[in-house]
C-alpha cells in the first residue's frame, strides 16, 4: 500500500484520478454528494466516507476536485472545522484566482496546507493517466506528493508562488478553447466539401495540421456523437468565464478566446448543455445548413 489519499468529488476528473490511484496502489478515501458517482468510485476500490470532514479525519493528504467556487469554498470550511490539523489540501478545480485565494486563507487559518493544482487534459485523459499537473504553492510539500501525482498524471510542474498554477491554467485552457473550435471549423468545412469526415481525422493527425485538441475532438465530431462528455459544455462555460474574467483583468485583448465563446455559449442555447465540448461542430454544422443523421 503506497499510503491514504483523501478525495473530495469524484465526478469526470476526480473519479479518474481515485481509480488510478487505487490502481496504482494507494488507499482513496473518498466522498461526492452524487450517490451514483460514489458508488462507482468504490466499485473501484475508493473507501467512500459519508463527508469531507469524514475524509480529512482519515487523510492527510486531501485532493478536492469541485465544480464550482462555492462547492470548493464550502468544502474547505469543512475541512477547517474539522477536528484536526496539518493537512494538505490539493485544490484542482479551475476557479478565479480570488476564490483560490479565499479558499486558502479558510484552510491556513486553521493549521492546514493549501496547494493550487488544477489539472492540464480532458477527462478523457484523466482516465489514461494522461494528465499534466500544473502545481503551485509550498515546493516542498509538492515535492513530497509527486509520487501520489504520478498515480493519475504524466507530468508534473511545480510553478511557483500558490496561484500560478491557475494562472497557467487559465492560458492552457484558452488555447483550448480556439483549438477545439477550430477543429470543429475544419471538420465543417471538410464535410461540406464531401470529404469523409473520418478519414480526415486520420490525415490531419499524421501531419503539420494536427493538435492535441484536434486528436482528442475530431473522432467525436466525426461520429456525431458527443456523449459520454470529457468536459461538459456547461461546466466548460464556467471556465471560460473565469478565463475572460481574468484577460480583462489584465487589460489583455483576447480576441480569438471572445470569438469563440460566442459558439459555446449557442452549444448550450440548442441544447448541448450535458454533452461534450466537441459539440460546438454541431453549431457550426447548422450554421453551415449541414444536416447529418444523429
Known amino acids: 500500500m503506497q499510503g491514504t489519499v483523501g478525495i473530495v468529488g469524484l465526478g469526470i476528473m476526480g473519479g479518474a484520478f481515485a481509480r488510478n490511484l487505487a490502481a496504482a496502489g494507494w488507499k482513496v478515501v473518498g466522498c461526492d454528494i452524487d450517490a451514483a458517482r460514489a458508488a462507482e468510485a468504490e466499485a473501484a476500490g475508493v473507501e467512500i466516507a459519508h463527508s469531507a470532514a469524514a475524509v480529512a479525519e482519515v487523510a492527510a493528504?486531501?485532493?478536492?476536485?469541485?465544480?464550482?467556487?462555492?462547492?470548493?469554498?464550502?468544502?474547505?470550511?469543512?475541512?477547517?472545522?474539522?477536528?484536526?490539523?496539518?493537512?494538505?489540501?490539493?485544490?484542482?478545480?479551475?476557479?478565479?484566482?480570488?476564490?483560490?485565494?479565499?479558499l486558502r486563507r479558510i484552510l491556513e487559518g486553521a493549521g492546514h496546507t493549501a496547494l493550487d493544482c488544477p489539472m492540464s487534459g480532458t477527462g478523457a485523459q484523466a482516465a489514461q493517466r494522461d494528465l499534466v499537473v500544473l502545481a503551485s504553492g509550498d515546493a516542498a510539500a509538492i515535492r513530497r506528493l509527486e509520487p501520489m501525482f504520478s498515480g493519475f498524471a504524466r507530468k508534473v510542474w511545480?510553478?511557483?508562488?500558490?496561484?500560478?498554477?491557475?494562472?497557467?491554467k487559465f492560458i492552457a485552457n484558452h488555447l483550448v478553447a480556439i483549438h477545439n473550435v477550430a477543429a470543429a471549423e475544419a471538420m465543417v468545412l471538410a464535410m461540406k466539401a464531401g470529404l469523409d469526415p473520418r478519414q480526415v481525422v486520420e490525415v490531419i493527425a499524421s501531419g503539420a495540421a494536427t493538435s492535441r485538441m484536434f486528436e482528442l475532438r475530431a473522432p467525436m465530431m466525426a461520429a456525431n456523437r458527443y456523449l459520454p462528455a470529457t468536459m461538459r459544455s456547461a461546466t466548460w462555460q464556467k471556465d471560460m468565464s473565469v478565463i475572460g474574467?481574468?484577460?480583462?483583468?489584465?487589460?489583455?485583448?483576447?480576441?480569438?478566446?471572445?470569438?469563440?465563446?460566442?459558439?459555446?455559449?449557442?452549444?448550450?442555447?440548442?441544447?448541448?448543455?450535458?454533452?461534450?465540448?466537441?459539440?460546438?461542430c454541431a453549431v457550426l454544422e447548422k450554421m453551415a445548413g449541414l444536416a447529418r443523421t444523429a
Request: with cysteine.
Open 158 to 168: 511545480s510553478l511557483g508562488p500558490y496561484g500560478n498554477g491557475s494562472r497557467m
Open 61 to 102: 493528504d486531501i485532493i478536492t476536485s469541485l465544480p464550482t467556487a462555492r462547492a470548493a469554498l464550502d468544502t474547505a470550511r469543512v475541512i477547517a472545522g474539522a477536528a484536526v490539523r496539518g493537512r494538505t489540501v490539493i485544490e484542482t478545480s479551475t476557479l478565479a484566482i480570488e476564490d483560490k485565494e479565499e
Open 245 to 280: 474574467e481574468f484577460a480583462v483583468g489584465l487589460a489583455c485583448p483576447t480576441p480569438l478566446f471572445d470569438l469563440s465563446g460566442s459558439l459555446y455559449r449557442a452549444a448550450l442555447a440548442l441544447g448541448h448543455g450535458a454533452e461534450d465540448t466537441a459539440a460546438v
